[in-house]
């Protein structure tokens, strides 16, 4: 299947993919707006979760195979271990925001201990478990939950076997602090989940990639903007104490410097635009009271 995306152009989907986004889990993202509230200082900022995590997972292909080029033992040698890899990859940022509540991050704290989700059999790298106690559940807590505790992981299960693909595989990049109980991500001795991770969650990944570039055109901005095509085609690798990180050429630097900058703008004239921040206190005044049952 081919999804037509007014960033990214054409989004090409595989028929296990296709099982994952018809799914109500999924389908429910079309409901949850992108930016809260910002549509009432920006009139154009009504897009979805939907749409920006199929664009995520887009530029998640983009990135792994631009990252990986010049290494011709991983993608030809073990071809196999590669297209799992990335596949795995792929599915973990199509559901990076399976958990988001209503209005997205507007409704977090509403959300109840983290406790109550009970996830405190998993296991985890730190001795202080981060799904246990009394802390705030977020939205990440709630996509592990749907991840490995849902109807959608029978679905997982049976759409990925073929690559040996379990749930908690897609969690281990979602959430870091996950222990992986086997050796998954391994290939001929380099761990390769830090940079699988990397993709999706550090200070140049491809969600706020996505995010930027959409955002900053819905809302009809020029802050969000930066080269995108020349930050994604100067990712590389680079492999330390057996293990992969996400590293970037020195002819990209500026373009990076760019990119924070253009997150840094987008935060103080959009993200925390004074009327969708009073907006967001309103809600959060109104779910607290007692005219809220």
Not at 86 to 93: E, K
Not at 107 to 116: L, N, R
Not at 164 to 182: R, T
Not at 190 to 202: C, E, G, K, T
Request: net charge negative; aromatic share 12%.
């Amino acid at each position: 299947m081919e999804i037509r995306d007014v960033i990214h152009g054409t989004i090409e989907i595989s028929p296990q993919e296709t099982l994952i986004i018809d799914s109500p889990y999924y389908q429910r993202l079309r409901n949850i707006k992108q930016l809260g509230f910002a549509e009432n200082s920006y009139p154009g900022a009504t897009h979805n979760r939907f749409i920006h995590s199929l664009g995520t997972m887009h530029l998640a292909t983009i990135a792994f195979q631009a990252a990986f080029r010049s290494n011709s033992d991983f993608l030809i040698k073990y071809k196999k271990d590669a297209e799992r890899l990335l596949v795995c990859l792929r599915i973990a940022s199509l559901l990076h925001d399976i958990g988001h509540g209503p209005l997205s991050h507007t409704t977090e704290f509403a959300m109840p201990s983290v406790e109550k989700l009970n996830l405190s059999h998993l296991q985890c790298r730190d001795s202080d478990h981060p799904f246990s106690g009394s802390r705030q559940s977020n939205h990440e807590d709630y996509t592990l939950k749907i991840i490995l505790q849902s109807s959608l992981t029978s679905i997982l299960k049976r759409a990925f076997h073929n690559y040996g693909i379990e749930p908690i595989h897609i969690a281990c990049l979602i959430n870091d602090s996950l222990q992986c109980p086997d050796n998954f991500f391994i290939v001929n001795n380099i761990d390769y989940r830090p940079i699988l991770h990397q993709f999706i969650s550090s200070e140049i990944d491809v969600d706020r990639m996505d995010y930027l570039s959409r955002d900053s055109f819905y809302t009809g901005v020029s802050y969000g903007k930066f080269d995108i095509e020349w930050l994604l085609s100067n990712l590389t690798h680079h492999i330390y104490n057996e293990k992969c990180y996400l590293g970037l050429s020195h002819r990209a630097i500026y373009t990076f410097d760019d990119f924070l900058i253009s997150r840094y703008h987008m935060f103080l004239m959009v993200y925390f635009h004074h009327k969708s921040v009073i907006f967001d206190e309103m809600l959060g005044q109104y779910l607290r009271s007692s005219d809220c049952n």
